[in-house]
């Protein structure tokens, strides 16, 4: 199995949970933050991935991999971040409103 395929179900299920969100409150506002937090962790995954790999932390299978790099970093592995910075937020939406007494 390719790292592109195991990416799949992580932006199937971010992109459903970011959907079911537009009714919310906020949306538009939460997109913006999304899409900073989504800039910053890129910058910060190609910045410390690239550092790992340099290092000699772990590789990457080339038969796994599309083969287009951001350094020494596959492509594949922006996505996570991407993913992560919509779907927290938006799966913090959906759930119940906590009530402390």
Request: glycine fraction near 4%; include cysteine.
């Amino acid at each position: 199995m390719t790292y592109a395929l195991l990416i799949i179900p992580f932006a199937a299920a971010t992109l459903a949970v970011t959907l079911a969100t537009i009714p919310r409150a906020a949306f538009g506002r939460r997109m913006l933050a999304s899409a900073i937090a989504a800039i910053v962790l890129v910058v910060l995954t190609a910045v410390f991935d690239n550092l790992m790999i340099a290092a000699g932390l772990f590789t990457y299978p080339a038969a796994q991999i599309s083969g287009l790099r951001v350094g020494l970093a596959p492509l594949e592995d922006f996505a996570y971040p991407v993913c992560a910075a919509f779907l927290v937020p938006g799966v913090f939406v959906l759930l119940p409103a906590r009530r402390h007494p």
